[in-house]
């Protein structure tokens, strides 16, 4: 059965952009996407696939504290995700490798609210630095 207290919750979440912890960032989503190619070959009554180029997506949100990511322009860096809840089996963090934004938020505002900034992008690789495991 499952243990509950394992789950891991999102309130644990760290990001970090080129080793600098954004503590502002309150929602990070990556994804890898394989490109697969079809086969049809003689004899075969079942398609077959092929591995074909990989691409990753993303997308962090929070709130707007500096202008970091207009400075930063459309030059590459590196995201780590930390996710590291105290109850669950350990922590892991993940690098999102040359990471390049899609556009970069110049001005959104409303009198009264607070900033928040968006930021969609895509990386060329990742690499799985601390799994967690199951005891």
């Not at 995700?81 to 934004?101: F, N």
């Not at 899609?102 to 900033?115: M, V």
């Amino acid at each position: 059965m499952l243990d509950a207290s394992r789950v891991i919750s999102g309130t644990y979440g760290q990001a970090y952009i080129d080793g600098v912890w954004q503590t502002h960032i309150n929602h990070l989503e990556a994804s890898v996407e394989l490109e697969k190619r079809e086969l049809k070959l003689v004899g075969q009554e079942w398609t077959v696939h092929k591995n074909g180029s990989k691409k990753g997506t993303g997308t962090m949100s929070g709130y707007k504290v500096t202008s970091d990511m207009i400075a930063r322009g459309f030059t590459k860096f590196d995201i780590i995700s930390k996710l590291d809840d105290p109850e669950a089996y350990g922590h892991e963090r993940v690098r999102l490798i040359r990471c390049m934004p899609d556009k970069i938020q110049l001005a959104n505002w409303t009198a009264g609210e607070e900033i928040q900034e968006e930021t969609t992008f895509t990386f060329e690789g990742y690499e799985l630095l601390d799994p967690i495991v199951a005891n």
